[in-house]
Each structure stands twice: as structure tokens, then as C-alpha cells.
């Protein structure tokens, strides 16, 4: 940090307290991480510096020898994970991955039949105020109300009478294992694409501790910063006779040059998504999840589905008479990092909601394991029932600092 505090104090000072904040607060994000050091090596190189519009030995530039080993290497190791048969890991974003694989193969005012964001889809899969809900004709599904979790007899039904061009599948805040071979065989039904993004999960995929969307989707798209562990951006995956579309839909479609020094990092993320130690914190992460919610549970929060079997989990409050939106803050207060979320059903609105969503993958990447899960739980309790007394709340936030100052951030990571 020595040339940004010679020469953007200010800049240095806000990295310092994000450093800080990112130490000693404890970190239930579910889309977040910490990356490794190598990661962020490459992300901050000198790759910053070259343009490369086109591909890996077709570029519109000269210079180009480089970046291509780094785009070629993430390319081969994305396919390696993933047993993807094609991949461009040039996406700026996971939103830029989704309206590239609806601008190669679907015309304007298509049918996509996806999650509601409400049951825990993602704006870019159909919201009104995304993209995706002006310009195609969103068929939305949900969960049943009564497991809710996706009844796969229920999309038959709906697919059939709406006759989709597309199917997504894949979710923002949906805690159970999707049936990618069963999404397979509704979209085959009716004729559609399949359309499977896994940002959430991927690095879950890639561990063997989720099913693999290959080879049932048409099209896999992912961020690579969440699970996955990698720098912040996009990915898409397609079977083979979709890859000249795919790649003229992210250049000249809808991007110019791609960010040579992040697919370096994404890269790096790949290699070390291929390792052992990766595979193990996945199984961890898991692991923590189901621990955190049967200790929520033991301590009688409602958790939505009755339970986890990926990264997250949603705590209705509803039987706190607390908004999503509150509980969001009183965590805070007391150094816990969350977001309030929609549940099924949901009566109220997304600034507001009746949720939480908790995941373990950042507090499993500095290395807690599942009785942290259990003193987590315990402060949880301790902040609900204390929710107006700030005295207490002040002493959790000292017993979340003490339990983050067990775990440094870069001591288990490397
Ligand atoms: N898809 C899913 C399922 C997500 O959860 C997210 C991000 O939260 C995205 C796509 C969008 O990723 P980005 O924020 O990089 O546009």
C-alpha cells in the first residue's frame, strides 16, 4: 500500500478500514469471500495495462502474446473444473454471462421461464427493473408452498402450457440441491434451452459437493468471485455448437475489451479450485452450513425449507414480529455481516422483507469450523432476544471480534 498512501491518502485510509472491517467482522454474505493473496496479485498486476479486444490469437491488437497464456490457461482450467466442452471467461459480471447467453440464441420478446426473485431467483434471470424483464417475456416459477422447495411435477406443468424458449435455473438464496437432470428432461418436454446459473454453487461444482449442471444445461454461466473464490466477474460455459455464438455475443455484443489482469486472476482461482485444500473448505462450507442451521434451529429461529444443503440458508422472522431490514441493522450493531432477504410467499418488499440470508462460505475460508457454527449461533440468539438493548448488542460485537481474532483472514487461505 506504500504508493497509494504516498499518493491517495484518502484512498489508503478507506482500504485500511476495509481491511479492518473485513478482520474483525464476521461475515455471513452468502455471494461473498475472501480470495487468496495470489489472487489479488493478479487482479492488481500490470495486465491492467493491455488492451486484447477478440480472442486468444485473433485479437484486434498487437502485443497480445501474454494475455493470451493467461486467457488460454483460465480457459483450460474453467473446462477442466467444469467439463465444460467450451468456455469464455471474458464476462465483466455474472449479469453481463446471463444477457450474453440471451443475446446468442433467443430474439427480443422471448419466452424465459425462471425463479422469481422473490422465491430466491436473480435479477438478471426476469425482474421488471432488470434488463431481462424488458426485453424478454418472463414465465416466473416458485417453490411449493408447502416444502418450499421446487417441485419439479409443478414446472412440467408450467413449462408445458407456457412453452418456453428458455429455461434458468439456478437461484440467489435457494438452499437446496437443484435437479439439473430434471430441468434437463422439462426443457427437452417443450423444446427449450437450458440456461444453468450456478454463481452461487460453483465452487461447490467444482468440489464435487453440488451435482454438475454439464452435461444437462446447453448453457452454464457463473460469477467467479462468490464460492468460487476467484476475482469479482463473469463466466459462460456452452456445449460446443453454441460457442461461435456465445463468443460473438460477448465481444462485439455486448462487451469491448475484456479485463486481462482479472481473467489472470480468474486463472489463478482455477488453479486453486482444482487443488485438495479448495475441495476440503467446500465440504467445510457445507458442513458449517448444516451445523449453523440445526444450532439456529435448536435455538427455535424458522428456517425456510426446514433446513440446508449448499452454502445458505433464510431465516424467517415473521415469528418476531422483525423486518428483514431491521434484523439487518441490529446485526450490524453487534459486528455481524448479513442481508436481509426475501422469503417465499413474501408479504412485504425487497427493501424490506421478512429474512435473513446466512452463508458460510467467507467465515469457512478464514477457517472456522462447526463449534465457531455454534458460538455463532448462540450470539444470534443473544442479539433477537437483546434486539433494544445496545448495552448487549455492544457485548456480542466484542465476542464476534474475539471469535474473528481466532481466525486471520490470510492465516488459513495462504
Ligand atoms: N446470478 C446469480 C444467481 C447471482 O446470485 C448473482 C449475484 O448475486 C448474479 C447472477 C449476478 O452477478 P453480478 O453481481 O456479477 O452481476
Known amino acids: 500500500m506504500s504508493y497509494i498512501s504516498e499518493i491517495d491518502p484518502e484512498i489508503a485510509n478507506a482500504l485500511s478500514l476495509e481491511a479492518q472491517r473485513q478482520d474483525f467482522k464476521l461475515n455471513l454474505i452468502a455471494s461473498e469471500n475472501y480470495t487468496s493473496r495470489a489472487v489479488m496479485e493478479a487482479q492488481g498486476s500490470i495486465m491492467t495495462n493491455k488492451y486484447a479486444e477478440g480472442y486468444s490469437g485473433k485479437r484486434y491488437y498487437g502485443g497480445c502474446e501474454f494475455v493470451d497464456m493467461a486467457e488460454n490457461l483460465a480457459i483450460s482450467r474453467a473446462k477442466e473444473i467444469f467439463g465444460a466442452e467450451h468456455v469464455n471467461v471474458q464476462p465483466h459480471s455474472g449479469s453481463g454471462a446471463n444477457m450474453a ?95 444453468a446459473d450456478v454463481a452461487h454453487i460453483a465452487g461447490l461444482i467444482a468440489a464435487g459437493v453440488h451435482p454438475n449442471p454439464f452435461p444437462y444445461a446447453d448453457f452454464v454461466t457463473t460469477t467467479t468471485h462468490k464460492t468460487l473464490r476467484g476475482p469479482r466477474g463473469g463466466m459462460v460455459m456452452c456445449k460446443e455448437e453454441y460457442a461461435k455464438a456465445i463468443n460473438k455475443s460477448v465481444f462485439p455484443g455486448i462487451q469491448g475489451g475484456p479485463l486481462m489482469h482479472i481473467i489472470a486472476a480468474k486463472a489463478v482461482a482455477f488453479k486453486e479450485a482444482l487443488s485438495d485444500s479448495f475441495k476440503k473448505d467446500q465440504e467445510q462450507t457445507v458442513k458449517n452450513a448444516k451445523a449453523l442451521c440445526a444450532a439456529l434451529q435448536d435455538r427455535e429461529f424458522d428456517i425456510v425449507s426446514d433446513g440446508t444443503d449448499n452454502h445458505l440458508m433464510l431465516i424467517n422472522l415473521n415469528k418476531y414480529d422483525l423486518t428483514g431490514k431491521d434484523a439487518e441493522v441490529i446485526m450490524s450493531k453487534a459486528g455481524i455481516v448479513i442481508n436481509k432477504n426475501t422469503i417465499p410467499f413474501e408479504t412485504r418488499g425487497p427493501f424490506i422483507t421478512s429474512g435473513l440470508r446466512a452463508g458460510t462460505p467467507a467465515c469457512t475460508t478464514r477457517g472456522m469450523k462447526e463449534s465457531a457454527m455454534e458460538e455463532i449461533a448462540d450470539f444470534f440468539k443473544t442479539i433477537i432476544d437483546n434486539r433494544e438493548n445496545d448495552a448487549v448488542l455492544e457485548t456480542v460485537n466484542a465476542d464476534v471480534q474475539e471469535l474473528c481474532s481466532r481466525f486471520p483472514i490470510y492465516e488459513h487461505l495462504g
Open 101 to 195: 447467453v440471451y443475446f446468442s440464441v433467443l430474439n427480443l420478446g422471448d419466452k424465459i421461464m425462471s425463479m422469481d426473485l422473490s422465491h430466491g431467483g436473480h435479477l438478471s434471470h426476469g425482474s421488471h427493473v432488470s434488463f431481462s424483464g424488458q426485453l424478454y417475456n418472463i414465465v416466473p416459477y416458485g417453490v411449493s408452498q408447502e416444502t418450499e422447495m421446487l417441485d419439479y411435477n409443478e414446472l412440467m406443468e408450467i413449462a408445458k402450457k407456457e412453452m418456453p424458449q428458455m429455461i434458468v435455473v439456478g437461484a440467489s438464496a435457494y438452499s437446496r440441491i437443484i435437479d439439473f437432470k430434471a430441468f434437463r428432461e422439462i426443457a427437452d418436454e417443450v423444446g427449450a434451452y437450458l440456461l
